[in-house]
């Protein structure tokens, strides 16, 4: 079992910036892709950003230019760096990971970003 625990959102205007963390319980290296969704309410879960465990990274169209994925393996963490924040950006932001070898999904609890206009 892999814990994820996401931190780091809040309310922001327009504009702002913002850092979501990921803490796993295991070693990152170990996650085959970290994936960062949002959810806004009434509207389906979609996928914001990847990360495989070699490196290679992967946007939304939504959010290229704007947000970044990177991971620090010594702290077993992933973040989400967000910037140039849109009213559009608010939603429950998740991380997943997935594991191929054992075979797994996991999600974090989410955290709420909020951006005001």
């Known amino acids: 079992q892999v814990q994820l625990v996401e931190s780091g959102g809040g309310s922001v205007q327009a504009g702002g910036s913002l850092r979501l963390s990921c803490a796993a319980s295991?070693?990152?290296?170990?996650?085959?892709?970290v994936h960062w969704y949002r959810q806004a309410p009434g509207k389906q879960r979609e996928l914001v950003a990847v990360?495989?465990?070699?490196?290679?990274?992967n946007y939304a169209d939504s959010v290229k230019g704007r947000f970044t994925i990177s991971r620090d393996n010594a702290k077993n963490t992933v973040y989400l760096q967000m910037n140039s924040l849109k009213p559009e950006d608010t939603a429950v932001y998740y991380c997943?990971?997935?594991?191929?070898?054992?075979?797994?999904?996991?999600w974090g609890q989410g955290t709420q970003v909020t951006v005001s206009s």
């Open positions: 990360i495989t465990s070699g490196g290679s990274t």
């Open positions: 295991w070693s990152i290296s170990r996650l085959n892709f």
């Open positions: 997943n990971a997935v594991v191929q070898s054992p075979v797994g999904d996991y």
